[in-house]
């Protein structure tokens, strides 16, 4: 049986670090919408269509993987919140 040991300044850590991650994708997503709109521009009727569509879908896809992530966050940050407050419990500070 595997045994990790972790401290809430660590979690607070790689929270800092999936945070920095998430908004790089943001930011790649949106320069993928800018340079979606340049390539539409390219094609005209189905062919244009087909490509938006294909493209919103995985836009959509991309939405709710960081909206996951924010919630992965938030619940690691909580994490971090109630392993302090233990701390504290147990040295007596609280």
Same mark, same amino acid.
């Given at each position: 049986m595997s045994f990790y040991q972790v401290n809430s300044v660590q979690l %607070?850590?790689?929270k800092d670090e999936l945070t920095?991650?998430? #908004?790089?994708?943001i930011k790649e997503k949106e320069n993928l919408c800018a340079m979606e709109l340049g390539l539409? #521009?390219?094609w005209e009727g189905e062919a244009n269509e087909n490509f938006h569509a294909g493209f919103m879908k995985n836009?959509? %896809?991309?939405d709710t993987f960081i909206q996951v992530i924010s919630q992965y966050l938030s619940v690691i940050e909580r994490i971090a919140? %109630?392993?302090e407050i233990a701390e504290q419990k147990?040295?007596?500070r609280i």
């Open positions: %607070r850590s790689k920095a991650l998430s #908004q790089r994708f539409r #521009q390219m836009a959509g %896809r991309m919140d %109630r392993y147990n040295l007596g």
